[in-house]
């Protein structure tokens, strides 16, 4: 019997918007290999999905090369786990560089380390990549600058990656504001508060997934 099971790979899966996909797709039937750098977090996410957790830093070339290997065959790499970098958010004027370099590392070339060592199982399963970007990719806020660049460079990768890859779905998305840890660190817990669930905009990317629309940029909120 032929398994249609398909299996997801997560990055930044044990909170927020990475959490919450998992439980979407782990509803819809989905086998899912999750990975953040809290190990307790991740394991306890796992434990309740019914998933495997493979707890690291993306930033690792030895642990991207694991979960290619924990994945051989695979349908979906989410690329969610970022970093905001310094808080309180600075001006680009003082942005201390060494901190913007490690700030691009974590959320540009981590996810395409990750694409590129997933690349053969995905084209054969003509597979689909989400990579997680934000407003501040193309709005002018001040003090985003730094993870602003940062996630306009991974839109662009995005970009040329769905024309090099025509049989594969790319899709850079946007979730917009959510109320997760992430967002409390940049403006504070009160104003996060009143930012969406993340339960909803995960409902709204896993019916991305599942309709698989033309590669492209995509709004959630």
Do not use: C
């Not at 399963?125 to 709005?139: E, L, P």
């Amino acid at each position: 019997m032929t398994n249609t099971t398909k299996t997801a790979l997560i990055t930044g899966a044990s909170r927020g918007l990475g959490l919450a996909l998992a439980r979407s797709l782990a509803a819809a039937g989905w086998n899912l290999v999750l990975t953040a750098r809290g190990t307790a977090e991740l394991e306890r996410a796992a434990a309740e999905l019914g998933a495997t957790a493979i707890p690291g830093d993306v930033t690792d070339p030895e642990h991207v090369r694991r979960l290619a290997r924990a994945a051989p065959e695979l349908d979906l790499l989410v690329n969610n786990a970022s970093d905001l970098g310094v808080t309180p958010l600075p001006p680009l004027a003082g942005y201390p560089l060494e901190a913007f370099r490690v700030l691009l590392e974590t959320n540009v070339t981590a996810p395409l380390a990750l694409v590129q060592a997933t690349l053969p199982a995905l084209r054969a399963s003509g597979g689909a990549i989400v990579n997680v970007t934000s407003d501040a990719a193309t709005g002018a806020y001040e003090g985003w600058g730094g993870y602003g660049a940062t996630k306009a460079a991974l839109e662009q990768l995005s970009n040329v990656l769905s024309a090099e890859e025509p049989g594969l779905r790319v899709w850079w998305v946007d979730p917009g504001e959510m109320n997760t840890r992430m967002l409390a660190d940049a403006v504070g817990r009160e104003e996060a508060a009143g930012a969406a669930d993340p339960a909803k905009v995960a409902a709204a990317l896993a019916e991305l997934v599942s309709s698989r629309p033309a590669s492209g940029r995509v709004s959630l909120q």
